[in-house]
Each structure stands twice: as C-alpha cells, then as structure tokens.
C-alpha cells in the first residue's frame, strides 16, 4: 500500500543553520498529493504546505519544498532555522481508498533548534 | 470558529472497560478522522466518515467503533479497552478532497490501565 518515509527522527542543529527533512513516498497514483505538517509542543498540527506539481517549488512560512516524482521525494527546507521552529514535522501523502481522501503520514521528524 | 474539539484532553480506563472519545466541528466538514498516534510512530487511520459513511480500516475494524448523528460531531469508541489502546487520540476534519487540508483536534490522551 501507499507509504511515508522520514528517514530522521530527531534533527537537531543551530539556529541560523539550515534545514533540511527528508520525505519519500510510495504511491500507485501517478498525481500525489504530498503534504507538510508541523506540530508544536501541546498544539495540534497544522499544515505547513502541500503540492501536487511536480518541480515545482512550493513555499510558506520560510520552508520550502519541491515535489519529484522522480525520486519520489518532498523534502523541507528552510535556509536559516529559528528557535521557533522547534517542533514535530510529519510529511504526508493523499491516498484513496473506499471512494474518498485521506491522509497517510510519516512517523515525524522532530527538530530542536539550539541558540 | 475553525477549530476541531476533542473530550476529554485527558482520560483514564482499566482494562476490559468501555471508553468512549467525542470530537466535534463547527466548519461543515463532510469528513472526519481519527487517528491513533503512539510515541515515535506514524499517526494510524483508525476509521473516517465521508459524510453518513463510515470507512474503517482493515486491521482495526474490530476494535473501535464510531458513530456520527450530524455533521459536526463524530465519537471513537472502544468497547472493551486493553493496554495497547494506550495513545493519543487525533481527530481531524476536511472537506474529504485531494487536497483538502486537514484541521486538527487538540488530542486526547488515553492511558489504559
């Protein structure tokens, strides 16, 4: 079946570096939909961003990723971490089943930025 | 009001006893998950309703339950709680297309004793 895959569960790094979360993916649908979630600490997650376009890059609140389908990948970026984005990042893939949409998430990623 | 509600934040079972999660939306969402989150795994799909239609998943279709009387409100239920239904509970709504976001509940944490 449709899978996610964060190869990192923890990441942590100084603020002002950059940042980078892995995704991949495995789908039987040619058009994914990939997402990013971002939990903070006693919060609910919420989304972050999302696409379907291959190549193309998609950017909201400083991260930034870009689908390919290629690779399979939708890896996050920021150029430069903040203290405030310290939290639990969970990738996340549209599938189908039963005649609707639902989401299918990695197992997060939790970055702790030091000052 | 664009945010999901979860009851309680915090709930205490024993073993073999019924327990009972309530969300709720105010968005008009025709979707509802749940989902069951332990320490560092992936958030699982426990079942959804599109609409009045409940879909559960395959190897949890015989350990929770769900109903929904409307549109805004959908509950989990487990009939008979054991120690491996100890988790985080998420309740999540969307409008149940590709790209619809998802909005979520703040959780209830549930530990099975």
């Known amino acids: 079946g449709d899978s996610v895959t964060q190869t990192e569960g923890l990441v942590t790094l100084t603020e002002g570096l950059p940042v980078m979360l892995n995704c991949t993916y495995q789908t039987i649908y040619s058009n994914p939909f990939l997402f990013w979630y971002v939990q903070h600490l006693n919060e609910s997650p919420r989304l972050l961003l999302k696409?379907?376009?291959?190549?193309k890059r998609t950017e909201h609140q400083g991260f930034h990723a870009t689908l390919h389908k290629s690779s399979s990948s939708f890896h996050l970026q920021k150029s430069s971490a903040q203290l405030s984005d310290s939290a639990l990042y969970y990738c996340?893939?549209?599938?189908?089943?039963?005649?609707?949409?639902?989401?299918?998430f990695g197992s997060g990623t939790q970055l702790t930025v030091m000052p | 009001d664009t945010t999901v509600k979860q009851n309680p934040r915090y709930k205490l079972a024993r073993v073999g006893k019924p327990v009972n999660l309530i969300c709720s939306q105010t968005?008009?969402?025709?979707?509802m998950y749940w989902y069951q989150k332990k320490p560092n795994q992936a958030p699982k799909l426990l079942l959804f309703y599109y609409d009045k239609i409940l879909n559960r998943e395959a190897d949890t279709f015989e350990k929770f339950q769900s109903s929904r009387p409307n549109n805004s409100f959908c509950s989990l239920y487990i009939g008979s709680a054991g120690l491996e239904y100890s988790a985080m509970y998420l309740c999540?709504?969307?409008?149940?297309?590709?790209?619809?976001?998802?909005?979520f509940g703040s959780g209830t944490r549930l530990l099975v004793i």
């Open positions: 999540a709504s969307s409008r149940g297309r590709v790209n619809s976001d998802y909005t």
């Open positions: 696409s379907f376009t291959d190549n």
């Open positions: 996340a893939l549209s599938d189908r089943t039963s005649g609707s949409w639902q989401l299918i």
């Open positions: 968005m008009n969402h025709d979707t």
